[in-house]
């Protein structure tokens, strides 16, 4: 064991949370301790954001929060990431008190770059799901099965920092699911910037449905779903292996940015409203009990009132389970910050706020309707109060959807999977209780 302590600040996605938790790894690997209090930390990293503007600033104050830790016993700041893909010249230029910053292109060379800092060596080593060490918990953790994204959204950095669409080696997924289960893992949540790409450019198919069966057959898992699924891309053979799989929780989630066609040209989506709405009726035809959720651009260049208008019928009528809303922000080098027709902040937040006032409503009325249903419930925490525990089921995303509420019963354990029943709900939220 090397005597030295080392705190970790994990930015932005899930998929930069898994880059964290491999860096983690690698430092434990090599001796150092982990700590979680930045105060007793000698190497502080920081694995940064930089998709859009309010994760840039995110960085940039966490960066100097973490700086001033060097009058004490910091010595080593480093800073890892996006925000660095994006920015390092101005970075280093602009906060001296980093010792170090690595770009994400660079991450071959990460330990070799952090120990010739630290013990003015140079010691070859690489991130690997091998030595990840999780921290989502006991029970879910994330599975990434690709890096960077080819979409070519207008409006989006990712393909500029992460690069084109690299699928991971089938086996390799295989195995670390396979090193999860092995850690108890039940919920596993496959991510990537756009899943259903998965084995496009690596194997000339999409392989995800083929995937997903793979996992089904590893003993342990109990719950397995899948995020940011390009509606485009969602096959048949996909929603018959969710249909087909217990284990594959009935949930899609879609990430459509816009309804109006004219706008999803110009931010370069395949999609039109047409194919978004027919996949809908497709999706809750073939699985009566799927769990939709999506995400909208508002204010993007160009949006007129019409189209917004248009948005706001498409919210109210179609109904999503989840769904979250962003104001447009230019982001530097994409297309779309070229474009003309910019839209003021003022009314772009306008706008974002009121299709959330309209999805409140929405999400408020669904969930009143699950009153009296029965599901199977994930206990991840108990409440402040301890009087409240607190769950998910099938159709809650871990750190992104609402939760249930269940009166704590002194017996239920963290970590347990149990039956509740719902006896009221929230906007958000449900109220149950446990039956069995
Ligand atoms: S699909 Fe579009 S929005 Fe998503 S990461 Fe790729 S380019 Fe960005």
């Known amino acids: 064991m090397i005597n030295v302590k080392v705190g970790f600040i994990s930015l932005g996605c899930s998929k930069n949370l898994v880059v964290t938790e491999e860096m983690i790894g690698l430092f434990k690997k090599h001796g150092y301790k982990i700590v979680n209090d930045p105060e007793e930390a000698e190497i502080l990293l920081i694995n940064t954001c930089g998709f859009i503007e309010s994760a840039k600033n995110e960085g940039i104050q966490t960066i100097l929060e973490m700086a001033d830790y060097k009058e004490n016993n910091c010595k080593y700041l480093i800073v890892t990431g996006c925000l660095v893909e994006r920015y390092e010249e101005e970075l280093t230029k602009e906060i001296p008190e980093v010792d170090l910053f690595v770009s994400v292109s660079d991450y071959d060379r990460l330990w070799e770059k952090i120990d010739c800092l630290i013990n003015n060596r140079k010691e070859y080593d690489s991130l690997s799901f091998m030595d990840r060490v999780l921290t989502t918990g006991d029970t879910m953790a994330y599975l990434k099965i690709a890096e960077g994204c080819s979409n070519y959204c207008t409006y989006c950095a990712i393909p500029y920092i992460q690069g084109k669409y690299i699928s991971r080696e089938y086996d390799d997924i295989l195995e670390e699911a396979k090193m999860l289960a092995d850690k108890g893992i039940k919920e596993l949540v496959v991510i990537a910037q756009d899943t259903t790409k998965y084995g496009v450019d690596l194997y000339g198919k999409d392989r995800l449905p083929e995937l997903l069966n793979d996992l089904c057959k590893i003993d342990g898992f109990k719950w397995i779903r899948f995020l940011y699924s390009y509606p485009e891309t969602i096959t048949d053979e996909l929603i018959e292996v969710v249909k087909n799989n217990e284990k594959i929780c009935k949930y899609f989630d879609l990430p459509i940015q816009h309804i ?12 039109d409203g047409k ?159 446990r039956i069995d």
């Open 260 to 271: 109006a066609d004219d706008v999803l040209k110009k931010m370069n989506r395949k999609s």
């Open 275 to 433: 194919s978004i709405r027919n996949l809908i009726n497709k999706l809750r035809k073939e699985i009566p009990d799927v769990i939709l959720r999506t995400t909208l651009i508002v204010g993007f260049p160009g949006e007129t009132e019409e189209n917004y208008k248009e948005l706001c019928e498409f919210v109210e009528e179609y109904k999503f389970d989840r769904l979250g809303a962003f104001a447009y922000s230019i982001e530097d080098g994409t297309p779309a910050a070229r474009f003309p027709n910019q839209l003021d902040k003022k009314t772009k937040e306008s706008r974002r706020k009121k299709i959330m006032a309209i999805q409140q409503k929405v999400s408020s009325d669904l969930l009143k309707n699950r009153i009296g249903n029965t599901y199977e419930c994930l206990i991840e925490n108990i409440n402040e109060d301890g009087d409240y525990l607190i769950g998910r089921t099938y159709m809650d995303v871990p750190s992104e959807d609402g939760v249930v509420y269940i009166p704590n019963d002194g017996v239920t354990l963290v970590n347990e999977f149990i039956n509740v029943k719902i006896v009221d709900s929230k906007e958000y939220d449900l109220i149950g209780e």
